[in-house]
């Protein structure tokens, strides 16, 4: 099957087996190792991508699905200022996410970034139940997203 | 070594139109919106999928989500999340709390209303909500479109009560007040099927401590769910009092006997546990809403 699709930010055409999940499009065949295997029955959260500006978990998304859509990965996310956002919040609280997870937590953040630049804790804890790794401080993550946020709304604003 | 042989045949349409012609010549496709689903315990590297399969997701007409005063209209694909993020101005606390309920966290995204009722061989955690609430689904045809209540989408055998060619394109939630709800998902994993999965929705208003409307349902992930009108009638026209009233206590010995005539339906241990329930969130349904 011949799918067209965005990823991050460049437009790929290729020949795919219909039953190939998005993880491992995205890893065994673009080598993006940044979105992680985890669970692949979707309770992990480990795999998070955006697909079509939402955050999808891609062990639970056929590679199908992706067709005309447009696919950020952690990599395509990483050169944006709203990346440097998030790494800068989370270095001032000195939250240090561990290296499976890390990539599910910066993208989460920025989707919650999307939706309000004041995320409550209840929120932001609310929000991170999606990802079962307990690697850190659920204190600092709270910390590290609010911090993300003021050093946004600051950027916007300055804007 | 591969015996994936046969490819299923997968179409992605970006009208309504195509999607309803194309479901018009292949009658048994599998419908695919949010995917969860279809998905959700296949654990190979490679999935196993339908012989073919119609993809909603492009379909930008199924996925409109807006309010009017009296009702919520939310296109089949919508998802999950989409719903939550409009907020309690929006959202009554009852339906907010129920779409939480559905799924996951890390699936809301993609878990979709339409997928959740659509559900061929079981009633998911949405059912007894939308049973309760009076919703109606939009089902559209090549042929025509018609409305049915959710009440009307299985039959008493559980089938689901939609023709091959046929598709959920909206639901259509009254946005009524209610004075006093709960909903509860109980079970060993809190957003898993399992055997003692158990979904209570409880809703009702009062007027000066008079129950005035009441409804209940019970649904189990199996074919069937449980909604008893003549039981919801035992309570309208009560007091609301603190403690196990003669009124309440009617009700729950009703409702003991009426569910232990469903056996094939519920387990002993959940039957108890619905009891339990209600009986201590009826004692002072505010304090639990």
Known sequence: ?159 | MRYNLAEPSIFMPTTLTEALAWKERHPHATVYAGGTYLLWNQSGRLLQLPESILSLRNIKELNRFGRTESRLDVGATVSIQRILRAGPKVLSPLLAKALEGICPPSVTSMATLGGNLGVPDRCMASFPVMHVLDARCELRSAKGTRWVPVTGLRSETGQLQLQPVELITRIQIPMEEWNFFIHRRIGSSPYGITPDSLVIVLVGKTYRGMITEFRFALGNFSSHMYRNRDLETLLIGTRLSRGKSKDLKAFLYALQEELQTRKFLFSPLQIERVLRILEVTLSNPFQYT
């Open chain 1, 1 to 159: 099957m011949i799918i067209t699709l965005d990823l991050n930010g460049k437009e790929e055409t290729l020949d795919i087996d219909p039953s190939l999940r998005l993880i491992h499009l995205l890893r065994n065949t673009f080598g993006l190792l940044g979105t992680k295997e985890g669970c692949l029955h979707g309770h992990c959260g480990y795999c998070l991508v955006f697909l079509n500006d939402q955050l999808v978990l891609s062990c639970l998304t056929p590679a199908f699905s992706t067709h005309r859509g447009k696919v950020v990965t952690i990599e395509g996310f990483r050169g944006t200022p709203e990346y440097y956002d998030i790494e800068k919040g989370f270095l001032e609280v000195q939250y240090t996410p561990c290296g499976f997870c890390a990539s599910a937590r910066v993208l989460l953040t920025h989707a919650i970034l999307q939706e309000t630049l004041h995320p409550t804790e209840q929120m932001i804890r609310k929000r991170f139940t999606a990802i079962l790794c307990r690697c850190t401080d659920p204190s600092r993550l709270v910390a590290g997203v609010q911090r993300a946020a003021a050093i946004r709304r600051h950027r916007q604003h300055a804007v």
